[in-house]
């Protein structure tokens, strides 16, 4: 039966069918295990409130506790954090990747920020940002960066060593191989390890907005934490329902700037690919102009 081919394929229409289906299947549950009133319900409404119940609430969650701008505080942190974990985390990875004595040395940091406990860095984030942004920021930067330097020196390692042997042979220096060679070659998989790393970031955040600061919205983990409080578990329901929808969105635009910049590897049209490569080459350009021009104005 073509259903249990292994790793057969299937069409568009029918993958959404299937997903479709099982949303379904999950709501059908929840409805049923809440249906009816009080006692009569198979889960205690003082437990699980009802589908309807929890969709009812959705406009009070939007109005009087700010939904919009509690999801724009938890992406500000998490993109400040993971992007400043990626722009430390990627050059030591490639570094890494490139020179097995730099690897060795970094090796106990990587190790350690990969299997340290995340709940334990809350208490270390305070003692040394305090509770406002900054410690948001930094716990994302400290949870995500050893897993960013690790993913890319792996990637930077599975390059074939053909292509080195190549690039020298053809007369490319050390630092040209590296900028132009394992680099290039390795980003494909270093962008999508990014674009995994940045989904299991954006859960992060709810740890870290345990405690809220007075410098602005407190972040969808606070609205967990004030619900939990207040005993609203219709609250505690739509922002577990909305962190993955939000994640998921982000995900599918991280993937189509993924499938357009590496069309090659993930088969996009190529759009951003094109453009980011007419840029390299006007840049070529201009730094010939200058290059040429320098030794001239040395000459006189």
């Not at 057969?8 to 099982?22: F, H, I, M, S």
């Not at 295990?33 to 309807?52: D, K, Q």
């Not at 207040?230 to 969105?249: D, Q």
Request: glycine letters at 10%; aromatic letters at 12%; a positive charge.
């Amino acid at each position: 039966m073509s259903f249990f081919k292994i790793r057969g394929e299937a069409p568009r229409w029918e993958t959404l069918l299937y997903a479709a289906l099982c949303v379904a299947l999950c709501l059908g549950l929840w409805w049923y295990a809440t249906r009816g009133a009080g006692e009569e319900r198979i889960l205690s409404p003082a437990l699980v409130p009802s589908p309807a119940e929890t969709f009812a609430a959705f406009s009070e969650l939007w109005s009087e506790r700010a939904l919009a701008r509690n999801i724009g505080a938890s992406l500000r942190r998490v993109a400040l954090g993971f992007g400043l974990a990626a722009l430390v985390g990627v050059p030591l990875g490639v570094l890494c990747g490139c020179f097995t004595r730099l690897n060795a040395f970094f090796s106990p940091l990587s190790i350690f920020g990969r299997n340290i406990p995340i709940a334990a860095l809350i208490p270390l984030t305070f003692y040394f940002f305090g509770i406002g942004e900054m410690q948001k920021v930094m716990f994302i930067f400290i949870a995500c960066v050893a897993f960013v330097i690790s993913d890319t020196a792996r990637a930077v390692l599975d390059v074939g060593g053909e292509y080195i042997d190549t690039a020298y042979t053809l007369g490319a220096r050390r630092r040209e191989v590296i900028l132009k060679v394992l680099f290039p070659l390795a980003l494909p998989s270093i962008f999508n390890s990014l674009r995994l790393l940045f989904g299991i970031a954006f859960g992060y955040i709810m740890l870290a907005e345990v405690v809220k600061s007075t410098e602005g919205s407190g972040g969808l983990g606070d609205i967990i934490n004030i619900s939990q409080r207040r005993g609203t578990k219709e609250h505690i329901l739509l922002v577990l329902l909305i962190i993955p929808v939000v994640a998921l969105a982000l995900d599918k635009c991280l993937f189509w700037i993924q499938k357009e910049l590496f069309p090659h590897r993930y088969g996009g049209r190529g759009l951003l690919n094109r453009c980011v490569r007419a840029c390299i080459h006007r840049w070529e350009d201009l730094k010939g102009v200058f290059w040429r021009s320098g030794p001239q104005g040395d000459e006189r």
